[in-house]
C-alpha cells in the first residue's frame, strides 16, 4: 500500500517517471542496477537486508543516483548511519505529508538537500554533545554493542565475529568505561533508547 501511495503521487502529482519499486533490500539493489534511476526512494527498514545496506552495497556499483531516505525511525544512531551514507534527503513519514514529499524531490532535483526538522535536531544535538556516542566508542565498539544488547554472552557475540569471549569481554570492559554503563541490563536500556536496535547490524567492515 505504501509503495502504491508513493508512485501514485510521484507520477501524478509531482510528474516523475517511476522506472521501478522493489519490496526488500536485495530486491531494490537489483532494480536500481537494472533501470538506473535518477532518484532512489529508499526505506530504512525492508525485508532481508536494510535499506543502508542495500545503498552501501550499490555504493560499489558505477551507478549514478541521489538517494532520498523515507523512515519511521529518527533515533540518534539512525540520524548518524543515513549521515554516514552522505544521501541527498531523508523525510520522516510519522510527521511528513505528501506535500512534504513533493517539497523533497522538488529541492533534491534542483540539486539541494532536504532533510526532515526532526532529523536536522537530532544531528545537531548529538554533534554539538562532546560524550555522544559516536565520538567515544570505535566502529568496532558500535557494533559489538548492538550485539551485547542482543545476545545473552560473551561467546554467542564472540562466534559470530570469530573472536574469542576474552576480546568480547575486553571490548565490553571499555565499552561499559567510556559509555559509564555498570551492568548488561544498562546497556540494553542505552541502546533502546539511542536507536541501536531500530536497524540492522553495521556491515561487516565497520
Known sequence: MMREVLRRACAA????????EA???RQAIETVLRTAPDL???DLQLPEMSGLDALAQLRRHPC???TLILS????DYTVF??????????VLKNTSTVSMLGEALEAISRGQPYFSEAFQIKSAKRRANPTAFDKLLTDRERLILIMLSRSPTDRIVGDQLGISPETVEKHRFNIF???GLRSTAELVRFAEAHGFNQL???????
Do not use: T
Open 177 to 179: 568505561r567510556k559509555l
Open 72 to 75: 519511521s525511525c529518527c533515533d
Open 40 to 42: 532512489l526512494l529508499l
Open 64 to 66: 549514478q543516483f541521489q
Open 81 to 90: 548511519r543515513v549521515e554516514q551514507e552522505r544521501v541527498s534527503g531523508f
Open 23 to 25: 519490496f526488500s533490500g
Open 200 to 206: 540492522e547490524i553495521e556491515r561487516a567492515e565497520n
Open 13 to 20: 502529482e509531482f510528474g516523475h517517471e517511476v522506472v521501478g
